[in-house]
């Protein structure tokens, strides 16, 4: 069964903008902890944008004020809206959830790489030319 599908990805000039969505599975979706992390090839994966289970969100200080992350809890998905895109944005983006609660605040990112994510979709390509 399918967990996390996402989609939105796509090819822009510097400065456009692009949403991503991830749909989820109902037993997925249900902790709420889920985020958006990129990957270039070469380079380790890191987080972009997530949730805490009480509906805090956290952003990597590369995308603050550029990027939005939101959920649709009647659709089960996950949303990122990306905008003043830059070329340093290009990467696959992965949308991953966690099956029980998360409150990491602060420290978001951190407490993910330690924890980790149960779910991980396949990811969808952002490419943005200069």
């Known amino acids: 069964q399918v967990q996390l599908v996402e989609s939105g990805g796509g090819s822009v000039q510097s400065g456009g903008s692009l949403r991503l969505s991830c749909v989820a599975s109902?037993?997925?979706?249900?902790?709420?902890?889920m985020g958006w992390f990129r990957q270039v090839p070469g380079k380790e994966r890191e987080g972009v944008a997530g949730?805490?289970?009480?509906?805090?969100?956290n952003y990597a200080d590369s995308v603050k004020g550029r990027f939005t992350i939101s959920q649709d809890n009647a659709k089960n998905t996950l949303y990122l809206q990306m905008n003043s895109l830059k070329p340093e944005d290009t990467a696959m983006y992965y949308c991953?959830?966690?099956?029980?609660?998360?409150?990491?605040?602060?420290?978001?990112?951190?407490?993910?790489?330690?924890?980790?994510?149960?779910?991980w979709g396949k990811g969808t390509l952002v490419t943005i030319s200069s």
């Open positions: 991953a959830a966690r099956v029980s609660a998360c409150t990491y605040g602060s420290r978001w990112f951190s407490l993910v790489a330690y924890y980790g994510m149960d779910y």
């Open positions: 109902e037993y997925t979706y249900r902790s709420k902890c």
């Open positions: 949730f805490d289970s009480d509906g805090t969100t």
